[in-house]
């Protein structure tokens, strides 16, 4: 059984950075896809980043520049690195494994995560 456990959201000041980290149990597939979404209230969920099994990687255009992703592929570990953060990266950060098909940043993925929350204030 697969399972997804995201860590690293918090609370933090506009300008700050936070590190999110989801750790995939449970699976043994070789090649790798993983992405990170998010989500706030009354707004459709988002594809923030992509990362493939090579380190090619896909950012939506609101984080360019601010954010990015990695992978240990050994350890079957997800990152997200935010730095520059906005009041409006606040939302619940997902991620996700195994791109099924579609598009990168609004495909079908086989695991999700429970979500981790990021806040950022003014």
């Known amino acids: 059984q697969v399972q997804l456990v995201e860590s690293g959201g918090g609370s933090v000041q506009a300008g700050g950075s936070l590190r999110l980290s989801c750790t995939i149990f449970?699976?043994?597939?070789?090649?790798?896809?993983g992405a990170w979404f998010r989500q706030s209230p009354g707004k459709e969920r988002e594809g923030v980043a992509y990362i493939d099994n090579y380190g090619g990687s896909v950012y939506a255009d609101s984080v360019k520049g601010r954010f990015t992703i990695s992978a240990d592929n050994y350890k079957k570990i997800l990152y997200l690195q935010m730095n520059s953060l906005k009041p409006e990266d606040t939302a619940m950060y997902y991620c996700?494994?195994?791109?099924?098909?579609?598009?990168?940043?609004?495909?079908?993925?086989?695991?999700w995560g429970q979500g981790t929350q990021v806040t950022v204030s003014s």
């Open positions: 449970g699976y043994a597939r070789i090649t790798f896809s």
């Open positions: 996700a494994y195994d791109l099924r098909g579609g598009l990168q940043l609004r495909g079908d993925y086989s695991y």
